[in-house]
């Protein structure tokens, strides 16, 4: 079975702190993501990487930066959180996309709040 | 603008009825298509998939169907069991032949199963 792991679960910051949410996957797979989800806005992605120091821009990657400096570890971070960061955060990963299509495995969540 | 529309947040429905729920897309490029079931503080777990190349693949309880001439989707659960009650979220992907490709998530279904 696929795992991806979150290392933490829930968390507190405060505004102004530099936030890092790990990820770990254990599939040896290519890409991974970071998603955001919010009541009423679904998914919406962050950042992607396809590869060791690769990243991509998503829909929101404003306020955010990510690392990937080796493949099955993906870190999100937030430079000086804000409360609008306050959010359930989803690392997610997938093997290169065959002709089958992209099947994309999530973390359990990091629940962040900014005060 | 919202690519992938799940138009009904919420939808309760008899134990052992069929439930039904919906997805419009809007773009053709999009080529592969997913569902996610979603349960309160864990991460989207897979459920089932479909090719544009099919109109139907089904898994057990669960089927979907796809017409490509409406940009539309749905999932059957038959019959419906209190265990289904979650968000389940309709995904679409597209081949942009340059490597990982987020999916695009709708902004999720909120399944009540009723005793």
């Known amino acids: 079975d696929v795992k991806v792991t979150q290392s933490s679960r829930y968390l507190v910051k405060r505004t102004g702190e530099k936030v890092f949410l790990e990820c770990v996957q254990d599939m040896d797979h290519e890409n991974m993501f970071w998603y955001r989800q919010d009541p009423g806005l679904g998914l919406r992605l962050i950042y992607f990487s396809y590869d060791v120091k690769m990243k991509e821009k998503g829909d929101i990657p404003e306020g955010y930066s990510v690392s990937r400096e080796k493949k099955e570890r993906f870190s999100l971070i937030l430079e000086s959180a804000s409360t609008n960061q306050t959010s359930m955060y989803l690392c997610?990963?997938?093997?290169?996309?065959?002709?089958?299509?992209?099947?994309?495995?999530f973390g359990e969540g990091s629940w962040l709040t900014v005060v | 603008d919202q690519q992938v529309k799940q138009n009904s947040p919420s939808l309760s429905v008899q134990e052992g009825r069929i439930s039904i729920l919906n997805c419009d897309y809007t773009n053709s490029m999009f080529d592969y298509f997913l569902w996610y079931k979603k349960y309160p503080a864990e991460g989207p777990t897979f459920l089932i998939s479909?090719?544009?190349?099919?109109d139907k693949n089904e898994d057990g309880r669960f089927t979907v169907f796809l017409n490509k001439s409406a940009k539309h989707l749905s999932l059957h659960i038959v019959p419906s069991q209190p265990g289904d009650s979650a968000v389940y979220f309709c995904?679409?992907?597209?081949?942009?032949?340059?490597?990982?490709?987020?999916?695009?998530f709708g902004k999720g279904t909120h399944l009540i199963i009723q005793p």
């Open positions: 479909i090719s544009s190349i099919k």
């Open positions: 995904a679409a992907s597209g081949w942009s032949g340059g490597g990982a490709d987020g999916l695009t």
């Open positions: 997610a990963s997938s093997p290169d996309r065959g002709i089958t299509g992209n099947t994309i495995y």
